[in-house]
Every structure is written in C-alpha cells, then in structure tokens.
T-cell receptor, first 111, second 117 residues
Framework: KQEVTQIPAALSVPEGENLVLNCSFTDSAIYNLQWFRQDPGKGLTSLLLIQSSQREQTSGRLNASLDKSSGRSTLYIAASQPGDSATYLCAPQTSGSRLTFGEGTQLTVNP | GAVVSQHPSWVICKSGTSVKIECRSLDFQATTMFWYRQFPKQSLMLMATSNEGSKATYEQGVEKDKFLINHASLTLSTLTVTSAHPEDSSFYIC?????????????FGDGTRLSIL
C-alpha cells in the first residue's frame, strides 16, 4: 500500500523567499507524480505532473523534481508571493490510475 | 484545458436525507472518474473508482450501499449519499481521467461540501 509523507506540514515565510517542499513515497512503482495546490474550501489545481521517466518539470516559478528509485519528490517555489499561500499536495500515481495523497504542506507567504 | 464541473458546491440537509452529487467532464470524455472524501485538516482519501458502463470499485471500508455511484455516460458520474448522517459530513471531490493511458493527469472538480444536521 502506497504511503505518502510530506514535510514540513506547515511553513510560514516572508515574501520573496525561495522554498522547497518535500514529498516521499513508499512504493516506487509509479507511473507519474502530480503536485497540486488546494485553497481553503476549494478543489485541487494541478501544478505539475512528472512522468516516471522524467527527473524534473518546470512551470514558471515552480520546479518539481522526482527521484523515483529513492521515493522522493521536491517542489521548489522561487520568489514566493502572498498569492502562493495554499496547501500543496503531492500524489504519486500507481496502477489503476490510483492517486495517493500526502497530508500536504500548508504554506503561508507573508507580505 | 480540461474542465471538471461538480454540482452542487454546498449542501446542508437533515439527517436521513439522500443527497446526489454530480461530476461532469465538460470538454473531454472521461472513461474513469474517481470520488474522494476529505475531512477537515486531512488529506484526500479515495472512496471509489467509477468506470463508464460498469459497476464502481470501492475502496476497503467504504460502504457501497451507502455511497451509490453511477457512471451512465462518458461525461457524467454521480455519487448519492443515502440516508446521510452527521458523520457523513465532509468535503467530496471528484476527478476525471482523460484517457486510457496511465500517464495522463487527473483533473479535479471544485468539490462539494456536505453538511448533515
């Protein structure tokens, strides 16, 4: 059974800082890994998807890396802004298109 | 981009009521849809996998007679919470899988907040 751990659980930073969110998973037999953003009371917004054959993906100020063999992924956010405040979830996808979610990192970026 | 619409966004009802939640893929055909539940301060937990034209596959511990799932078309799946009780109050989110390849992303609806009084 896939288990996903995200560290830290919460993070509060001043605006402009670069930051790293960590995700680890126990079953390395994944097809891909997605990073999502969830605002309070809202659904999920997909940020990045990394295929199992890829090492990283970039979108704007976001960069996600994947080390499948060691069961780790990181999300790097450059030059953080108050609008980045949200909960960030990682979810590796295994057979049957199953996504397993971590409990997320709650990010607060202070102006 | 791919859009998944979920309706209603908020439901408040009395204990014992049955509540239906709809999940629609607006600009693509979804052979597979997923239903998740999220309790406050917790992550999403998969409840069931809904496949068009066949019975849903439920996760261990999820009562299939209580959470009825119907996926009658390639663009619509419904979740009916039967005889809802306060402990069923939660945030329910659906997602749709765009293709048949397992390396494609899932697209999520905006969720339905269910409050049972």
């Amino acid at each position: 059974k896939q288990e996903v751990t995200q560290i830290p659980a919460a993070l509060s930073v001043p605006e402009g800082e670069n930051l790293v969110l960590n995700c680890s998973f126990t079953d390395s037999a994944i097809y891909n890994l997605q990073w999502f953003r969830q605002d309070p009371g809202k659904g999920l917004t997909s940020l990045l998807l990394i295929q199992s054959s890829q090492r990283e993906q970039t979108s704007g100020r976001l960069n996600a890396s994947l080390d499948k063999s060691s069961g780790r992924s990181t999300l790097y956010i450059a030059a953080s802004q108050p609008g980045d405040s949200a909960t960030y979830l990682c979810a590796p996808q295994t057979s049957g298109s199953r996504l397993t979610f971590g409990e997320g990192t709650q990010l607060t970026v202070n102006p | 981009g791919a859009v998944v619409s979920q309706h209603p966004s908020w439901v408040i009802c009395k204990s014992g009521t049955s509540v239906k939640i709809e999940c629609r893929s607006l600009d693509f055909q979804a052979t597979t849809m997923f239903w998740y539940r999220q309790f406050p301060k917790q992550s999403l937990m998969l409840m069931a996998t809904s496949n068009e034209g066949s019975k849903a596959t439920y996760e261990q511990g999820v009562e299939k007679d209580k959470f009825l799932i119907n996926h009658a078309s390639l663009t619509l799946s419904t979740l009916t919470v039967t005889s809802a009780h306060p402990e069923d109050s939660s945030f329910y989110i659906c997602s749709a899988f765009m293709g048949r390849e397992q390396n494609q992303p899932q697209h999520f609806g905006d969720g339905t907040r269910l409050s049972i009084l």
